[in-house]
């Protein structure tokens, strides 16, 4: 396949995969409303969407109405909305490679976010926008597994998709580590931490996934293992490198053999998450793991891009 | 008040066999229900993306949707057998004339043209003179545009044998009208136009220039904020085949490959959708990032196959239009199946004192004009806009020609609450590979929406419908 249009899927999948980071991010920080520092709340929220300077050079302090606007819309190019104008824009370079149900989600997506307004993003209507944009991606990645051939466009997309999870979940992981850290002077157990650590369960959607695995109360050490070792979880770092690998892996069968320097990485990577434990992850430092997980995503990307797509 | 020969209806009132059954569907189904499937229409149209960009006019909405009738124009069986014959006869002469123009010339050894006439004219492409081009074919892909005035009577308004677009929009209306109305099909023989993709595939694969490996396509395209986009992606995926941009190809020792994950690949054929001016910045525009740098070598040379091939243009001018009856005896020993509007050459001094006499019943167009810009419809114009055109003319009379207006038939129309007479033109598209020539039964049928209206071009107000071509002459009853 073309070059470029391995690019511009990988792209795509990447943007359609973010709106649903961005919105769980944003309805985990509005879950907080009411519980701890609202400003704390939302600042982590725009770290972990990598946008907080931005913000900052924008507003002069942090409301939760509107943080909550610029994660969604306005000039922030990594808003939902502006991701799901690039996703078109990719698709659109590369229809010739979507399935009609895939471009019909990706279009259809665009063109009813192109009717929104200002109070689509108001405190009152928020959730059902948030709703909207779930359903989208969602309806993205039915679309893409129910009608794409096993080729190598579908492989491209997946690994987009994989990529984009895993560098997600890293960095919700890292502006919440501080919680994730026992301490001793606020009282592990307290009303406080169970919100906040509940809090970064909802942010990728497992809350009742961590009571089947656990049968026990929220403890960060289990969160931090469930968010990056559980093979069981999909949004685990674990779960993306697998698929990560099985892409690549995939790619250089149909390649004719063909690897490069991602396959290496990425199989590296992949071994030190299925044979990690969480105690050697917290005795590095969890915070100095996670940022060079973020690191290496960001450099897999690039091999990948190396490799394939120039 | 004219009288126009309406295709339902014809001159006289009383309906016309091929119209049977269309009309008894519109004597049965209330207005509401026909607005209702408008707007289906319109949305299906709009889920699937086909739009065409319009920059010019600023704002937000760049993607429009050409406006869609919902009710379908009509050809029987005998009326599309002469449109067929007399296209086939038309396109063979038009690339006998490229292939001679960019050739031995003997047409102007005959006395029809002048060297000079072919030479100066700005579609003329001096890079292709002598250069042997696959089958002797320069247009491969060409459209045809057609009016009619009478039962019998169709006029080529115009050739276009340079890179001629509309065809999704032909192979969109019938997806959408077998959806919206599937008991009508049901009820009516309609030819199906469906092949059109498998057609343009096997024209280009014909033109190969690559006997023992299987021939690669690719369609070029200036890429995603092109107005034609849409066509061109849909045209790649019904064929199975890459749409590449100019940045997906390199020439490599006079070969032609596109950059793929695996490495480059070479390519034989290029449907190229982007302009001669653009297609290789070594020899044409050099400021050009659209095309191919080192792709007219590697076409010099026979190693890709281009089509339409660059030059094809030349046949589509007013001036040359005017000869096309001359080249088809010339080249072909025939008399012209399909007629010609008969044409003024304002360069001509008696043609120029005519048409200055005539201009109010007179159409003047631009010799390289296209999209009804910069043309003067005399019935339709006040005295001042006569007066000032004139003076246009006069400063620069060779760039001009003038035609009679024609009293374009009209085809029911749903305009809004009931049917109405609309004015249509006709686009078929014409293939000629190395291995004969192939006819979708249809074409790109548009309407000008505007009562009275004789413009029907997409971007001045004008519209499309469905084309069908019946099996028979009949209402269809009975047809297979």
Redesign the interface.
């Known amino acids: 396949?073309?070059?470029?249009?391995?690019d511009a899927l990988f792209w795509l999948a990447r943007y359609m995969e973010r709106i649903d980071n961005l919105a769980r991010l944003i309805e985990a920080a509005q879950s907080m409303a009411g519980v701890s520092s609202e400003a704390e709340e939302w600042r982590s929220a725009l770290a972990a969407a990598g946008v907080d300077e931005l913000y900052d050079e924008a507003y002069s302090e942090i409301t939760p109405d509107s943080a909550a606007r610029f994660l969604c819309n306005g000039t922030n190019p990594s808003s939902i909305i502006n991701c799901i104008a690039n996703a078109r824009?990719n698709a659109?370079?590369?229809?010739?490679s979507l399935t009609?149900d895939m471009?019909?989600a990706v279009?259809?997506g665009w063109?009813e976010s192109r009717v929104l307004q200002e109070r689509h993003f108001s405190p009152a209507v928020l959730p059902e926008t948030l709703d909207w944009v779930r359903q989208l991606s969602t309806r993205f990645t039915g679309a893409y597994e129910t009608t794409m051939l096993r080729s190598?466009s579908y492989w491209f997309v997946r690994l987009g998709a994989a990529l984009e999870r895993a560098d997600n979940t890293a960095r919700i992981l890292d502006v919440k580590y501080h919680l994730l850290l026992p301490r001793e002077s606020s009282g592990v157990g307290g009303m406080l931490d169970y919100y906040q650590w509940t809090s970064v369960l909802r942010a990728v959607s497992a809350v009742r996934a961590y009571q089947w695995l656990y049968r026990e109360e929220v403890k960060p050490w289990n969160v931090a293992e469930m968010m990056i070792l559980r093979p069981e979880m999909p949004r685990s770092l674990r779960s993306c490198y697998d698929t990560i690998t099985l892409c690549l892996d995939e790619?250089a069968k149909s390649?004719?053999g063909?690897r490069g320097e991602c396959h290496r990485m990425a199989g590296s990577i992949a071994a030190e998450l299925r044979f990690g434990r969480i105690s050697d992850i917290f005795q590095t430092g969890l915070h100095e793991t996670l940022t060079v997980h973020i690191d290496r995503a960001r450099e897999l990307g690039d091999q990948i891009s190396n490799l394939?797509?120039? | 008040m004219r009288n126009f020969f309406d295709e339902m209806h014809g001159a006289d009132g009383e309906l016309r066999p091929a119209y049977a059954a269309i009309a008894q569907w519109l004597a049965e189904t209330p207005p509401e229900v026909l607005q209702t499937k408008r707007e289906e229409a319109e949305r299906l149209f709009?889920?699937?993306?086909i739009t065409f960009a319009v920059y010019s006019e600023g704002g937000s909405d760049t993607e429009r949707l050409i406006p869609f009738d919902i009710i379908p124009r009509v050809l029987d069986a005998d009326e599309w057998g002469l449109l067929e014959r007399g296209l086939k006869q038309r396109v063979a002469a038009l690339n006998r004339f490229l292939t001679d123009a960019y050739g031995p010339r003997e047409i102007v050894k005959a006395g029809i043209f002048s060297n000079e006439h072919i030479d100066t004219h700005p579609a003329y492409c001096k890079q292709m003179q002598g250069v042997a081009v696959p089958g002797g074919i320069y247009t491969h892909i060409a459209g045809i545009d057609l009016v009619r005035t009478g039962v019998n009577d169709f006029y080529v308004l115009e050739d276009n044998c340079r890179t001629p677009s509309g065809v999704s929009y032909m192979l969109e209306n019938r997806a959408v009208m077998m959806r919206l109305f599937p008991e009508l099909f049901a009820r009516v023989g309609v030819a199906p136009v469906a092949r059109y993709p498998q057609d343009l595939l096997a024209t280009l694969r014909s033109l190969s220039p690559a006997d023992d490996e299987e021939p690669c396509v690719v369609v070029l395209t200036p890429?995603?904020y092109n107005s034609a986009?849409y066509e061109h992606?849909?045209l790649?995926?019904e064929m199975g085949v890459?749409?590449?941009?100019g940045?997906?190809l390199l020439v490599v020792g006079k070969h032609v490959y596109?950059?793929?994950?695996?490495g480059p690949k070479r390519v034989h054929v290029i449907y190229r959708r982007i302009d001669d001016d653009f297609l290789d910045p070594l020899v044409f525009r050099p400021d050009s990032a659209l095309g191919v740098p080192g792709l007219m070598e590697a076409y010099r040379e026979g190693h890709v196959a281009l089509a339409n091939a660059p030059g094809a243009g030349l046949a589509d001018d007013k001036a040359i239009y005017m000869h096309v009856p001359e080249m088809i005896r010339f080249y072909l020993g025939e008399e012209p199946i399909l007629k010609n509007v008969p044409t003024w050459d304002c360069a001509n001094e008696g043609a120029l004192a005519y048409v200055l006499d005539h201009l109010e019943e007179l159409v003047v167009k631009e010799t390289r004009g296209s999209g009804g810009y910069g043309m003067l419809v005399g019935p339709h114009a006040n005295k001042k806009t006569r007066d000032a055109f004139a003076k246009k003319l006069r400063r620069n009379p060779s760039a001009y020609v003038a035609q009679p207006t024609l009293a374009l038939s009209t085809c029911p129309t749903f305009a809004g609450e009931e049917a109405a007479a609309r004015h249509v033109d006709l686009r078929p598209f014409v293939l000629s590979g190395a291995n004969g020539v192939r006819i979708v039964p249809g074409g790109l049928t548009r309407v000008a929406l505007q009562d009275g209206s004789l413009v029907v071009n997409s971007s001045q107000g004008g519209g499309t419908k469905d084309t069908w071509v019946l099996h028979t002459n009949g209402n269809g009853k009975g047809a297979r």
């Open positions: 396949m073309l070059s470029r249009a391995a824009i659109r370079a590369m229809r010739t009609r471009w019909e279009n259809q063109i190598d790619l390649h004719g063909r394939y797509m120039r | 709009r889920r699937v993306g890429g995603q986009y992606s849909f790649a995926d890459e749409l590449a941009e940045q997906d596109m950059r793929t994950t695996a």
